[in-house]
């Protein structure tokens, strides 16, 4: 796969540093060379659905500070155009946390703030029956845990894609567009635990503003490894290109 390029789409600012570990953490879990994953900042619009189609496949991950729920991303209603255009073509997308419920949106399910069921740390999943089926999923075990953060969720998905997994807090945590190669999940499988509490720790402003640091100290222990989602990019190239 070494001449594999992908395009990596990031809604996060400038001088946030979350903004390279994001790209390392891509780059680790799927397994490629550094310049092989290219960035595309959201932040000043984005790409075309040419561009996109430049490159092999489409990668989309979190977000500093942006929400769906809120639209507050600049740029936001040509981003969900521009979704719907690489699920039409069937261009080879996976999507994470905010990349899912930008999936969700633009294809019209329906995305909630949801404070109350907010899930940062790791948290146990379930596969659905259709994801046994799946040819990405079925590798996973029937439950299995992740790396989350999140406060908005999927509370319906779009017609006719397939439901995957879901958490006790979070009815819809994956989902794979009709008949292309195109998944989106609500967790972060490039995120290890050490990854997780790093951007936890970033973020935690966000999150937990009022945390002690007893609390905090608390809260770092929570977090768990998570092998099983970790291998779900690499699967994922392994299908498509391999």
């Known amino acids: 796969m070494k001449s594999l ?85 069937g261009h080879p997308t996976f999507a994470a946390c905010y990349g899912f419920q930008a999936m969700v949106h633009a294809l019209g399910g329906e995305v909630v703030y949801d404070p109350d069921n907010v899930e940062v740390g790791t948290f146990e999943l379930e596969l659905t029956d259709e994801a046994v089926e799946d040819e990405l999923f079925r590798y996973l075990p029937r439950r299995f845990v992740a790396q989350q953060g999140h406060k908005d969720r999927a509370a319906r998905l779009p017609e006719g894609f397939v439901h995957l997994a879901s958490s006790e807090r979070a009815p819809f945590q994956a989902l794979r567009a009709p008949d292309v190669p195109v998944w989106a999940v609500q967790f972060h499988p490039e995120l290890d635990r050490d990854g997780n509490r790093m951007r936890y720790g970033h973020y935690l402003k966000n999150y937990a503003p009022d945390l002690t640091p007893e609390e905090f100290d608390e809260a770092m222990d929570l977090f768990e490894h998570s092998p099983e989602a970790s291998e779900l990019l690499g699967r994922f190239l392994n299908l498509v290109f391999g």
């Not at 075309?48 to 989309?60: F, K, N, P, Q, T």
């Open 5 to 89: 390029r992908l395009l990596l789409l990031q809604a996060r600012e400038s001088g946030d540093p979350m903004r390279d570990h994001e790209h390392e953490c891509f780059v680790t879990r799927t397994g490629l060379g550094k310049t092989q994953i290219v960035t595309h900042d959201l932040l000043a619009g984005p790409p075309s659905i040419e561009e996109v189609r430049r490159y092999d496949g489409l990668l989309m991950g979190g977000s500093g500070e942006f929400l769906v729920s809120q639209a507050n991303q600049p740029a936001f209603e040509p981003l969900m155009d521009m979704l719907r255009e690489v699920v039409a073509h």
